[in-house]
Nanobody
Framework: QVQLKEFGGGLVQAGGSLRLSCTASGRTFSTYAMGWFRQSTGKERELIAAISWTARTTYYTASVKGRFTISRDNAKNTAYLQMSSLKPEDTAVYYC???????????????????WGQGTLVTVSS
C-alpha cells in the first residue's frame, strides 16, 4: 500500500494560481487511481478531481471544472492539481487520495478510497 504526502499549499490572492503535488511512496503508484478532495470549515470533505490509473480519464466537480487540472507522472510517483483563477471559496484543506486503479470508477471514487494524505491548507485571500 502506498503512503501519500501533499505539498504546495499556501496563501494566494484571488485570481492567482497554485499547484499541489501528491508524492507516493512504494512501487505500485501506477496501479492506483488518484483523487483530490477538499474540506473547508464546517463542510464535508468533497471530491473535486480524480484521474484514472491509466491517466486516460479524469473527473472534475462542477465548481472547479475549467479552472483546475489533475495530472500524474508515474515515473515520479506524483499526482498534481494545478489550480487557476482561484476564488476565496476555494479556501480549504486539500487531501490527495488513492483507490485501486483497475476497479475504480471515477464517479464513485469517494467510496473506494484506500489511502489518504495528511492534507495541505490552501488559503485564497480576496
Amino acid at each position: 500500500q502506498v503512503q501519500l504526502k501533499e505539498f504546495g499549499g499556501g496563501l494566494v490572492q484571488a485570481g492567482g494560481s497554485l499547484r499541489l503535488s501528491c508524492t507516493a511512496s512504494g512501487r505500485t503508484f501506477s496501479t492506483y487511481a488518484m483523487g483530490w478532495f477538499r474540506q473547508s470549515t464546517g463542510k464535508e470533505r468533497e471530491l473535486i478531481a480524480a484521474i484514472s490509473w491509466t491517466a486516460r480519464t479524469t473527473y472534475y466537480t462542477a465548481s472547479v471544472k475549467g479552472r483546475f487540472t489533475i495530472s500524474r507522472d508515474n515515473a515520479k510517483n506524483t499526482a498534481y492539481l494545478q489550480m487557476s483563477s482561484l476564488k476565496p471559496e476555494d479556501t480549504a484543506v486539500y487531501y490527495c487520495a488513492a483507490a485501486d486503479g483497475p476497479t475504480t470508477v471515477l464517479d464513485d471514487f469517494a467510496s473506494t478510497v484506500e489511502v489518504w494524505g495528511q492534507g495541505t491548507l490552501v488559503t485564497v485571500s480576496s
